[in-house]
């Protein structure tokens, strides 16, 4: 089993940045592929970034292209998300999940990820 655990979630103004980390533990996750989805209030969860197991292929939504950056450190299995011009509709939960070992391509959809961390509260205010 994969245990995930998101850390870096904060209160920060628009315009300002995180930097979000997720720490696998239980099994190492260097051969899964890896992605960030966010909730906000009301609203389902989306998909926000996805990174492959080497970290060549690397997928965003359309709405943070160019403000967020997700990267990977397989020797301290964890995974990154910078987020930089933030914005209030950035604020939700953002979690931290992972494919199934051996399932290393990117995707976009939540039912691929088996693993899911608990999440980490990133409020952006005006």
């Known amino acids: 089993q994969v245990q995930l655990v998101e850390s870096g979630g904060g209160l920060v103004q628009a315009g300002g940045s995180l930097r979000l980390s997720c720490a696998a533990s239980?099994?190492?996750?260097?051969?899964?592929?890896m992605a960030w989805f966010r909730q906000a209030p009301g609203k389902e969860r989306e998909f926000v970034a996805a990174i492959s197991w080497n970290g060549i292929s690397r997928d965003y939504a359309n709405s943070v292209k160019g403000r967020f950056t997700i990267s990977r450190d397989n020797a301290k299995n964890t995974v990154f998300l910078q987020m930089n011009s933030l914005k209030t509709e950035d604020t939700a939960v953002y979690y931290c999940?992972?494919?199934?070992?051996?399932?290393?391509?990117?995707?976009?959809?939540?039912?691929?990820?088996?693993?899911w961390g608990r999440g980490t509260q990133v409020t952006v205010s005006s």
């Open positions: 999940a992972a494919r199934r070992s051996g399932l290393s391509s990117v995707e976009l959809l939540s039912r691929e990820y088996a693993y």
């Open positions: 239980g099994r190492t996750v260097s051969r899964n592929a």
